[in-house]
């Protein structure tokens, strides 16, 4: 099991930036993919950005110019630099971790499976002025 915890949420107002943090513990870090989702009143929850444990990135298109995903192994630490904030960023923003699928199956198998996910508690961010 991975425990995940977030922190830096906050109200900032557009333009501004915020840095949020995700750390994990009972797991072994480079065995998962990192990622950030966030959820706005109403909406589906939605990938924001993932990182692999060898820094492959993945990020959706109205965040890859002004939101940053990177990770710190040693720290077993996941961030989300988000920069240039608007209105329409306002939401809860969670923690994701899911096992590396290319780990031999015995691995895979022992931390949960291809389809095991785990979650944060969520942040809030609000962009507002």
């Known amino acids: 099991q991975v425990h995940l915890v977030e922190s830096g949420g906050g109200l900032v107002q557009p333009g501004g930036s915020l840095r949020l943090s995700c750390t994990a513990s009972?797991?072994?870090?480079?065995?998962?993919?990192l990622g950030w989702y966030r959820q706005a009143p109403g909406m589906q929850r939605e990938l924001v950005a993932s990182i692999t444990h060898d820094y492959q990135i993945t990020s959706m298109n109205a965040a890859k110019d002004r939101f940053t995903i990177s990770r710190d192994n040693t720290k077993k630490t996941v961030y989300l630099q988000m920069n240039g904030l608007k209105p329409e960023d306002t939401a809860v923003y969670y923690c994701?971790?899911?096992?590396?699928?290319?780990?031999?199956?015995?691995?895979?198998?022992?931390?949960?499976?291809?389809?095991?996910?785990?979650w944060g508690q969520g942040a809030q961010v609000t962009v507002s002025s």
């Open positions: 009972g797991g072994i870090f480079n065995m998962y993919v």
């Open positions: 994701n971790a899911r096992p590396n699928t290319d780990l031999p199956h015995s691995v895979l198998m022992s931390i949960g499976g291809a389809d095991a996910q785990y």
